[in-house]
């Protein structure tokens, strides 16, 4: 079975600009997280989705969105990009539903913002 | 709230010995709890957890970690350290069934000596 997959892997964007990012996730699973990796603030969630709602929030301003198919392929999108968004960005898929929380995270897209 | 501390920002072990990884959290009710191992430029793997029951679970890799509810700690450990187990490592409590927002400890990176 495939893993999770990122992409792009790499992004290098301008202050200002917009960045979409998109995550695949494991066949047959139907939640999809978002999380933030910067050395400073460390590892942080973003927001979760499943079957196409937003089921959890973190603490990030509204410039952070995002959204999820209905194959749950999922995006998640920056706008009016700020320095402090150079991060690593993971995804991590799971079943979802309640039991097995066993998240499962792909190889992540390093943005750079200049 | 929840959180997760762990202590030891940097581990430096030879090569064949034991290893043992501190992790404690803060969360009120049963937690669910994780230890994750990243290497650099890669994503998250997911080494255990634990749910609930027996309170020694055992992961891949041959690590286990023990869930003391009376010290409020997932410690990781390892018998024999190899030189490939170089990497960061990650605790993770989560609040429980139906929701999958992690909150990650700081990390620990694990130097191996050979």
């Known amino acids: 079975k495939a893993g999770v997959t990122q992409t792009p892997r790499y992004l290098i964007k301008t202050r200002g600009q917009q960045v979409t990012l998109s995550c695949s996730p494991i066949s047959g699973h139907r939640s999809v997280s978002w999380y933030q990796q910067t050395p400073g603030q460390g590892l942080q969630f973003l927001f979760e989705y499943f079957s196409e709602t937003q089921r959890n929030k973190g603490n990030f301003p509204g410039r952070f969105s995002g959204r999820q198919f209905s194959n749950s392929r999922s995006e998640m999108n920056v706008s009016t990009l700020e320095l402090g968004d150079s991060a690593l960005y993971l995804c991590?898929?799971?079943?979802?539903?309640?039991?097995?929380?066993?998240?499962?995270f792909g190889p992540g897209t390093r943005l750079t913002v200049t | 709230a929840q959180s997760v501390t762990q202590p030891d920002i940097h581990i430096t072990v030879s090569e064949g010995a034991s290893l043992e990884l501190r992790c404690n959290y803060s969360y009120g009710a049963t937690p669910y709890l994780f230890w994750y191992v990243q290497s650099p430029g890669q994503g998250l793997q997911l080494l255990l957890k634990y749910f609930s029951g027996d309170t020694l679970v055992q992961g891949i890799k041959g690590f286990e970690a023990e869930f003391k509810r009376s010290q409020s700690s997932f410690n990781l450990r390892k018998p024999s350290v190899h030189w490939s187990d170089a990497a960061e490592y990650f605790c993770a409590v989560g609040e429980g069934p139906g929701a999958n927002n992690l909150f990650f400890g700081t990390g620990t990176r694990l130097t191996v000596i050979p």
């Open positions: 991590a898929s799971s079943l979802g539903r309640g039991g097995s929380h066993e998240q499962y």
